[in-house]
T-cell receptor, first 114, second 107 residues
Framework: GAGVSQTPSNKVTEKGKYVELRCDPI?????LYWYRQSLGQGPEFLIY????????DSGLPNDRFFAVRPEGSVSTLKIQRTERGDSAVYLC????????????FGQGTRLTVV | GQQLNQSPQSMFIQEGEDVSMNCTSS?????WLWYKQEPGEGPVLLIA?????ELTSNGRLTAQFGITRKDSFLNISASIPSDVGIYFC???????FGTGTRLQVTL
């Protein structure tokens, strides 16, 4: 597609459940980023992929959060044993090869943990 | 960790006025990006800056990459109602975001 696509756009889940959020980057973009944005805040870095490997996962808040990108294209952010504090908008961005290039964002997935 | 501070936090301006906002960092960045975000949407890239001292324009928008590589500013000339939104600066390589400047334009 023309832009970064994230699904679902909204997800409501019960506390303690497992969720998966999907990101389809712009075709040909080798770099992919996940961010979390709480209301009134700027996006907070979670993890960065270059190709299939996680080049920087220093932003993942704890071991309940995990992300994969097995074929270097689509990525899935996985959250285990969700907590109410995980509620936020999860944003994905992609950019061409090289961290110096511009990054383009999807519309985000709004996760609500009840 | 790295912190990007933006000022002002919010602005109320009249249509037609020029707007200026800036972003400062405790660390050096090699690339500065400016984004605009509207409610329910992801950030949209406005301008990218790749070299210290670089001044770049995109329509009514002008942005500069500070010489020290620790700051950047964004100007919007002749503001219009659709300029409303939150403006974020971001520094590469990890793409660390600033705190945002909320812009409101009144007629």
């Amino acid at each position: 597609g023309a832009g970064v696509s994230q699904t679902p756009s909204n997800k409501v889940t019960e506390k303690g459940k497992y969720v998966e959020l999907r990101c389809d980057p712009i075709s040909g973009h080798t770099a992919l980023y996940w961010y979390r944005q709480s209301l009134g805040q700027g996006p907070e870095f979670l993890i960065y992929f270059q190709g299939t490997g996680a080049a920087d996962d220093s932003g993942l808040p704890n071991d309940r959060f995990f992300a994969v990108r097995p074929e270097g294209s689509v990525s899935t952010l996985k959250i285990q044993r969700t907590e109410r504090g995980d509620s936020a908008v999860y944003l994905c961005a992609s950019s061409p090869e090289g961290r110096a290039n511009s990054a383009f964002f999807g519309q985000g997935t709004r996760l609500t943990v009840v | 960790g790295q912190q990007l501070n933006q000022s002002p936090q919010s602005m109320f301006i009249q249509e037609g006025e020029d707007v200026s906002m800036n972003c400062t960092s405790s660390s050096i960045f090699n690339t500065w990006l400016w984004y605009k975000q509207e409610p329910g949407e992801g950030p949209v890239l406005l301008i990218a800056l790749y070299k210290a001292g670089e001044l770049t324009s995109n329509g009514r928008l002008t942005a500069q990459f500070g010489i020290t590589r620790k700051d950047s500013f964004l100007n919007i000339s002749a503001s219009i109602p659709s300029d409303v939104g939150i403006y974020f600066c971001a520094g590469r390589d990890k793409l660390t975001f600033g705190t945002g400047t909320r812009l409101q334009v009144t007629l």
